[in-house]
Nanobody
């Protein structure tokens, strides 16, 4: 089992920045990739970004490309989501997820084995 704990959410004005963290514990050696997803009120959860656990490849949804950066610190078993130029439409609960396979696209939620509890990000206009 892998446990994921997110932190760093909060309230920020449009144009501001936040950095989310996701700390993994447990059987972290089984992690092959980690991703961030978000769910806005009344909407389905959507893919935001992902990174392979080794090799450093990163992937982004078009809606956040150029504004968000995903990174990882393998020594700390932590993945980060640096969010800049935030917009009100970025308001959502942000979840990190981990998976032990790279067989499917990083955007497929069902391919992730473990999920955090989520952290709220609110962007005011």
């Amino acid at each position: 089992q892998v446990q994921l704990v997110e932190s760093g959410g909060g309230l920020v004005q449009a144009g501001g920045s936040l950095r989310l963290s996701c700390a993994a514990s447990g059987r972290t050696f089984s992690i092959k990739a980690m991703g961030w997803f978000r769910q806005a009120p009344g909407k389905e959860r959507e893919y935001v970004a992902a990174t392979s656990w080794s090799g450093g490849r990163t992937y982004y949804a078009d809606s956040v490309k150029g504004r968000f950066t995903i990174s990882r610190d393998n020594a700390k078993n932590t993945v980060y989501l640096e969010m800049n130029s935030l917009k009100p439409e970025d308001t959502a609960v942000y979840y990190c997820a981990a998976r032990g396979s790279t067989a499917q696209s990083f955007t497929v939620q069902a391919s992730y084995d473990y999920w955090g509890q989520g952290t709220q990000v609110t962007v005011s206009s």
